[in-house]
């Protein structure tokens, strides 16, 4: 009965006028549906029921009367879209559905992040992965079985990437997809302070530390089915020409329990990804020390740092020396002051230089005949991006090139 | 709300009496508009509150329950009306709202025409921008609606500067009585591009019309009908973004180690010379909320072109 | 040459394929367009003349041909429209030529300004206008000759508000605009601690400062014709219907020698500003004591701050006492973080309630057959609205109602 | 810009070699490609730098003219590439291209259409997509255009991934070697309805189409005709707002007096644990820019459905 007039400018010459908001216009009782239900109707025909019974019905304009169907479809006759996992489409499913597991990462915004950080096949690209996976996969897809996706973190626990899972990769994409303490990819380029970290880094409390942290973003409870376009299409008219995957209870309950499990890593490098013969798997093994090596004298080609919640300026200053020189970084946050004093450390350091911070806005519009316009409601917030390019500064010149 | 007698203007005198409307405030997004009554009681979860214990005290004051819960009485405004009133239909928001008054260039004394009248949300502004002197006249075909509109402005006692009337302008134009007469027009309407002949009538020359219409057809059909007799035809859209604060807990571990969030440690020495702001500053996070509207619709104007 | 394939999706066949960009297109140079002016040939002849002589004006398709005629008139054949004033054509007339002289203030935030403050007739609105005027006299006009606009200033030399000027008012309305020190509106409110205030205000360094505040905001630039809308008709074709002002360096130029040499109010407060029986038109006289008393009595109905580059928090917390229970306010900066710490400290100190910090967002459109869309250029930056409603506090129940 | 061979990548090794494209960087809104030449020199107002100082540095490097001015030696990526093109066209930029190459689902290996090639700014980073073992195949109408735009794929070394050929997409449809084989297909014309049925023919099922286009009845029409054999038939806008930063002189006067504009008091002990925070961030003032671009087009993105 809230109907908007205006949103039927057709020329017909029905309109609401005449309708009363008294709640009695439907006669089929609840009561009547549920005995429908137990004698195994059909959704689609206690709709035809709904839509028989009620006295308004006819009286409404055309597209009043559209809308009430399918609102009573999506109630009585649901409906599921069976989808080949993509970026995409587990980053609008999070996003809809689990927002804080991906730190509200919408999908323009990971889009900028790939772009600007220029990743492509063969590309080594660094990332402080703190949205449960997410970029590490869009990374890994970009990278299509080619270069490396290195996912850092600071003290012992990794930080985890169970969403990976989601994207369904070949063994070969996931051989590609390794994972390092920031300890350990410093420890390689600076061979001579390696004992001193090793201590920093064993103390309780940074281990309890982090174990809070991980727990904050990606929270134990198991998650539900995405029914990201519910209503679209039947599940019995499955089109068979793609292999699918179900985002279900099934495929994603398996990885939450790990999300807290992951043990810390070990000292031992011996667990090295090889190149693609790798027998399990599963993504996300520890870096080789021949990988960290190779890093060391190549430098990664870009970083992409998605820490939503964390004060990510002065880690990017410790990152940014892991880079080749002219490599392009991208920074994601909430908060815009902490990328603005960062954006004003790295110009007074001279790291960095092209630096940029920029919002990504979104808006998704309706396009239908005399009905267009932008959607109703919109997600209004994208995070904040602050991107460069890193240089290679005097101080760099010094100590890198010889 | 207000009323072409000044001394009733909310003030530190102007204390709550019997009869009054006040807004009952629990929290930024939980308001209620209630006619103050001797006798009555208004109840929410945090307990009954006696209408007679509000009687004499200033508007604005904190008022609490049998169970020691409490809210405030506010003195009623347009803006406030807007966030508390049924919505019989969608109504338009503060920033249409506010862009369509100063657009329409309405100030105190102006003759305005509306059409439809809907909830009566962009009514009441424009009763208080052409108040003392000027006259809101609403349509809407909707009889019942039109009905429950008018017993709003007179509960918010704006009966003196609206007419409510129910007639179908699309189909049937303005009264006649208008022509020629008229400072500025409001359409909210489906077609509203049928209306406008008659808006053209009624208004003076260089008088300037707004259509609101949330589908950008209604927009180009529009549009191509004003050109025939209205200059200046500009189309607007007005959102408005909001932010949310919370005290900020983001720190960074020492030795490069992991991060940590911190609790924020309150330093609570606020002077009023403001010297404390350094500190605070820095604990204050402030980011945009994440859902807002999106869209609510175009805003056309035009004006007459004199003949 | 660059016109974009896309902006002509008509059906005719033309399009600019064969056009190549080689600057040969035009035979007539620019001595022969100087030689046509010297002899008295009008605008519309030279641009009829440039068309017969492009050699790709045929082939061009007609949208391109009508952008070619637009861009030739605007440069040989401009045009004037004039238009009575009234707050948004000096608000978009300032904002789109010097929009430093009104802080950035764009007519969409003033319009919200406006409506948070519940600005209507018989109000008395405290305002702190540092956007020279735009906002005192945005207020004066919704006040239509009732109740008063109050513009205060910090320190002894008034913000400027010779835009005031731009809005043609009547003596009526003008001898509703008022001014008054803050010091003078709490003096009267605080009868014991004057003395104090006059001494500390009197040094020579306060002088000083807001002198340089008012000359960063107000430059004594003189302003050049506010031709907004310069092509669209003739200044000969004038519509004689009604009483028309035009902004140019006449009008404009009059106020802007007085930027800088407002005398610092007396102490003397006999300059009153009686109802409507006085002589002098000029807007802005001194504050009368009754006015100020019957304030102090009532109250002020609400409170707009337009300080966009100032720290405005603490100042808020100053001027919130001189509003009556329940009064709106408004204040607009270009910082957020500034607003926020504002808004922090209100809800702490419960001051006030319904405290929102807003944004405001604006896009125009071109709608035009087959060509709909936003403008391509935006003004990204409406600067950021708190709004709230100051309550009537414990604290203040008690130092106030007695 | 990137090649098949991964030991072309950019890295501290990869120094800056003669007949290299490098990006030489000035300001963020000053950059140039120049192909690097033994014995040429480039010349801006900071001086004369001659090519054979750069040969040998490392990408990223600082280089210094004769005057002793300096700019920056970049490596060439698609996105500074967009930024130092000519624009021959109205060109994509940062936020569409990133928004159109993840929503084409365009990975190592894919084959996607292209038409127009307009000024090749989209391209590059569709080639960067589809390497090493994918093709994008861009057509434009403008037979100079075309030439030009494969120049400068030549200049980038991206031959081995883009071909580009002159062809009017809207009147002939794609070519029919690339009938049912095609991944993505990217359409930027004034009347891509025309080009919709093409389209249709040449993607793979369940391949993914976007239409870019400025005005939204094109956007209208395309979705009109798209709903006969795509679905997922979606319609996006984004943009980029940019803010700027300065180093904050906001203070307030003591005594309630006037408010002073102080100078930036600068604390420059800038420790590497980040432990100075606090004061620099109260100092940093950030604001949205004024300018932005407020439009460039509606990307309308649709599957093929599958039959």
Known sequence: MQDKDYLHPSSEMKDNRSLFDNNTAQSLS???IDAMKREGATGDEIVEALIANSSTFEKKTTLSQEKYKVKKQKKYAPKVLLRRPCSRSICEAYFKKYPTRIGSLRFDALCLLLSMANVGAYSDVLVLDMVGGLL?????????????VCSTHFGTSRNPIDIVRMFNFSSEVNSRIVQATFTDLCIIRENDCSSFHQDVLKTEGDI??????????????SMHVLDESIQETNVSS????????????ETIGQSSPQTDSNPPIEDDEGMSVSSTTEKSKSPGRQASSELVNSWKERGFSSLIVAAPEIEVGSLVQKLLPLLSYSAPFAIYNHCLQPLAACMHRLQASKMAISLQISEPWLREYQVLPSRTHPH?????????????IRICSDACNGSQEN | MFSSDPSKRNSFQRCICDGDLVIVYERHDNMKAIKVKMGSDFQNRYGV?????????????????????????????PELWTLVLSHRTQILYLADISFVISYLEIVPGCVVLESGTGSGSLTTSLARAVA????????DFHEQRAALAREDFIMNGLESFITVSVRDIQGEGFPDEFCGVVDSVFLDLP?????????????KQDGVLCSFSPCIEQVQRSCETLRNNFTDVRTFEVLLRMYEIREGRMEVGRNGGPMLLKPHKKRQHLSSEGECEDEERTTIMVKPCNEARGHTGYLTFARLACT
């Not at chain 1, 869009?138 to 079985?145: C, H, K, P, S």
């Not at chain 1, 309890?208 to 409870?221: F, M, Q, R, W």
């Not at chain 2, 200033?58 to 609490?64: A, I, L, N, T, Y």
């Not at chain 2, 002949?197 to 208004?203: E, F, G, N, Q, T």
């Open chain 1, 30 to 32: 609840s009561e009547d």
């Open chain 1, 136 to 148: 590490t996969g869009a990374v890994a897809e970009r990278l299509g079985g080619t270069g490396y």
């Open chain 1, 208 to 221: 309890k530390n982090t174990k809070i942290l991980a727990e904050s973003i990606v929270p134990k409870s």
């Open chain 1, 238 to 249: 499955d089109r068979s020409c793609i292999s699918h995957e179900i985002f279900n209870a």
């Open chain 1, 376 to 388: 109703m409601q919109m997600s209004a917030f994208g995070g904040y991006i602050l991107s460069g």
């Open chain 2, 49 to 77: 509150f006696k209408h007679s214990d509000w009687i004499g005290k200033p508007f604005g004051s904190k008022v609490f329950s049998n169970k020691g819960g409490f809210v405030h009485l506010l003195f009623p405004t």
């Open chain 2, 132 to 139: 003392p002197s000027g006259h809101v006249y609403t349509f």
């Open chain 2, 191 to 203: 077609q509203p591009w049928l209306a406008l002949p008659s808006a053209a009538r009624m208004l």
